[in-house]
């Protein structure tokens, strides 16, 4: 029997080069090798919007990049969170079994605490336990995420190794899996690439806004005029070539330390090896775009699929923690 891969993105719309490079090409590739399940966590959106207004269109926009990256829903299931209900009832059941102090030390609630003062949620701390939910309730082996998701990993192996030891072997503890560039950081340089911190490039820009976009972008701070010597090592543009422009990557390093490009030459080049590469990518999306039906039709089929396995597993839990008197 294939392993189970179960992975899980907001949907925040568009999505940009640091979802891509440091999560969904994996997603892509996993598919050969296991059985995937797509989620489109809605729910846990709710925890940090002001306005739903647009949750409908983000979710829409989202799934026309998962599926123009090579996510193959004849391969894969690919749905919403909350077309699934079943992954509440087990968030709150697992929520029986999650100290409270465990939550509170999660370093994305402490941050999301920090940057949203007025609206620290009760969805918010138990954001952790509802990514449970979503990974158990689909029994994984194994998650597909950037870096900044591992303390959430982290806590799901916890919250697993709890319900194992106190109801009997029920999941398997899953696994992370890394791509090669698991931090992809953004146009500023310091955070992470983000679309709070309106520092990333969409998969969907236009090469024209790419190159606009890319222009902004924060390179080696010690470089202050065209001839001075760069450092590439600590260059964030840098870093994106190494992706992008895997095969002149040698050549820019040479280059760059010698002052033999500048960093505006960098930066067409970078902007090129994006348009490059995300080419296909673009023409399928907009492809796709054309036809909103097709792509819903997708998700009702993946969430029936998805619906499936949910009961099952529900039913199960149910069982293991006295709450039903037969399977
Ligand atoms: P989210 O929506 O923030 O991001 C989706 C995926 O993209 C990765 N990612 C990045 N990787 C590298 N560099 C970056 N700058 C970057 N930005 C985003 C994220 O690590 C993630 O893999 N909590 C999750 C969603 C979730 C989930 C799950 C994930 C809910 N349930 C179950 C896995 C399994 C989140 O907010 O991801």
Redesign the pocket.
């Known amino acids: 029997m294939r392993q189970r891969v179960?992975?899980?993105?907001?949907p925040?719309g568009r999505q940009?080069i640091?979802?891509y490079?440091?999560?969904i090409q994996n997603y892509v590739k996993l598919q050969e090798k296991y059985d995937c399940v797509y989620?489109i966590?809605d729910i846990?959106a709710l925890t940090t919007l002001e306005s739903t207004s647009e949750l409908q269109q983000n979710i829409f926009e989202m799934t026309l990049d998962w599926l123009a990256a090579g996510i193959d829903p004849k391969k894969s299931i690919v749905f919403v969170q909350s077309h699934v209900p079943e992954v509440m009832e087990l968030f709150t059941l697992l929520g029986m079994l999650t100290p409270l102090g465990w939550l509170l030390r999660v370093p994305t609630f402490k941050e999301k605490a920090r940057m949203q003062p007025q609206n620290v949620n009760y969805g918010l701390v138990g954001?952790p336990v509802?990514?449970a939910a979503?990974?158990m309730l689909y029994k994984s082996d194994a998650?597909?995420?950037?870096?900044?998701?591992l303390p959430?990993l982290e806590m799901t192996r916890e919250i697993v190794r709890r319900f194992n030891f106190i109801f009997g072997d029920t999941f398997p503890e899953p696994q992370a899996k890394l791509t090669n560039?698991?931090?992809?950081?953004?146009l500023d340089g310091g955070q992470?690439?983000?679309k709070s911190y309106n520092n990333h490039i969409e998969l969907a820009a236009t090469p024209e806004e790419t190159l606009e976009r890319v222009k902004t972008a924060m390179t080696d701070p010690a470089r202050q005029r065209r001839n001075d010597p760069g450092h590439p090592e600590v260059c964030n543009v840098f870093s994106l070539h190494h992706f992008f422009n895997e095969e002149s990557t040698k050549e820019i390093d040479a280059q760059c330390r010698v002052a033999g490009i500048g960093c505006v030459d960098c930066k067409k080049l970078l902007a090129e090896g994006i348009n490059n590469a995300l080419h296909d990518f673009r023409e399928r999306r907009a492809a796709l775009e054309k036809d909103p039906e097709h792509i819903y039709a997708i998700l009702d089929d993946g969430a029936r699929r998805a619906g499936v396995i949910a009961k099952q597993t529900l039913a199960g839990v149910k069982l293991k923690m006295g709450l039903t008197r037969h399977a």
């Open positions: 179960f992975s899980g993105a907001r925040t940009h640091g979802n490079i440091g999560a989620c966590v846990h954001y509802l990514m979503d990974i998650v597909p995420v950037g870096e900044d998701q959430h560039y698991p931090l992809v950081r953004g992470k690439m983000g």
